[in-house]
């Protein structure tokens, strides 16, 4: 089974912390991608990586940076954490190809982070 | 860029079809994806179109027009189960050549008794 695992289910952070999430995945997936879910708004996608230290700006990638150093890992960064970053981060992986049918997105559990 | 367009909720009742459509607009088209995703669960895969017509997989069948930029999920013998969130995602191509999965709003499904 593929498996996407994100490092915390909940978490709750002050106004200007630095906030880690992590993501692994198990696939040897050369993509990964960080999305955040809010209600009405649907996924929208932050950044995402195809291969190792290899990343590319999504939609809304203000006030995040994201790290891939290992090719199974995938960690989103929020600089100085803020109430309008409060939303379900989802991580995906998915392989890379211009084809193929199994491309699908496998997504991790989700982060409910909540910036008080 | 692109422009994703899907009915934000359909209610149906159990045993009956529901088509839920799916339009988009985009520059580099390279497939669509269906993901169902129940309430605080994450999105799982099912369903993938690249080209024109039907792909059925036992209750649920997707179909795609690419000259109409249309796609639709036909789910038949609705269970309670289906109440779910249905997600349309198309895979376009990102300005570094990458291809990437841009989801849709998502259609809540109802299935009443």
């Known amino acids: 089974d593929v498996k996407v695992t994100q490092s915390s289910r909940y978490l709750v952070k002050r106004t200007g912390e630095k906030v880690f999430l992590e993501c692994v995945q198990d696939?040897?997936?050369?993509?990964m991608f960080w999305y955040r879910q809010d209600p009405g708004l649907g996924l929208r996608l932050i950044y995402f990586?195809?291969?190792?230290?290899?990343?590319e700006k999504g939609d809304i990638p203000e006030g995040y940076s994201v790290s891939r150093e290992k090719k199974e890992r995938f960690s989103l960064i929020l600089e100085s954490a803020s109430t309008n970053q409060t939303s379900m981060y989802l991580c995906?992986?998915?392989?890379?190809?211009?084809?193929?049918?199994?491309?699908?997105?496998?997504f991790g559990q989700g982060t409910r982070l909540t910036v008080v | 860029g692109q422009n994703i367009d899907q009915p934000t909720e359909m209610t149906a009742t159990e045993g009956a079809i529901v088509q839920i459509n799916c339009t988009y607009q985009t520059s580099g088209f390279n497939g669509l994806f269906w993901y169902q995703q129940h309430a605080g669960e994450a999105p799982t895969f099912l369903s993938y179109?690249?080209?024109?017509g039907l792909e059925e997989k036992g209750r649920f069948s997707s179909f795609l027009s690419r000259s109409k930029g249309y796609s639709y999920l036909l789910l038949k013998e609705l269970q309670m189960k289906d109440s779910a969130s249905y997600l349309c995602a198309v895979r376009d191509y990102s300005s570094g050549g990458s291809y990437i999965p841009t989801f849709g709003r998502g259609t809540s499904l109802i299935v009443h008794p």
């Open positions: 990586s195809y291969d190792v230290k290899m990343k």
């Open positions: 696939m040897d997936h050369e993509n």
């Open positions: 995906a992986s998915s392989l890379w190809s211009t084809g193929a049918t199994n491309t699908e997105a496998f």
């Open positions: 179109n690249v080209l024109d």
